[in-house]
């Protein structure tokens, strides 16, 4: 597909995880994991057809920001951390 794919899947993926409203699902006690395979659950076909629009370069976008993802991740919990032991001081 064209080389805005990665674009066209951010944009989808963002405005519809706001709708999604994953802050309220984690006030009511839902995990994570729980969280992500409702959101993929209720998206499952528009999904489909996004990942089948992907080439080569878009799907190599994709992993270097799931990488980037993963980073801030770790940055995160490192953050929380210290947090936390600033309360154990």
Do not use: C
């Not at 794919?5 to 951010?10: D, V």
């Not at 992993?63 to 953050?79: A, D, N, P, Q, V």
Request: proline share 2%.
């Amino acid at each position: 597909m064209k080389d805005n794919s990665a674009k066209i899947w951010f944009k989808w993926f963002y405005k519809n995880w706001e709708k999604f409203s994953p802050g309220k699902l984690i006030e009511n006690g839902l995990f994570p994991s729980q969280i992500a395979e409702r959101f993929v659950n209720e998206h499952q076909e528009n999904l489909i057809a996004l990942a089948n629009k992907f080439d080569d370069k878009n799907e190599d976008t994709l992993g270097e920001f799931m990488k980037l993802s993963e980073s801030e991740l770790h940055i995160i919990k490192y953050f929380l951390k210290l947090v936390q032991l600033r309360k154990i001081k």
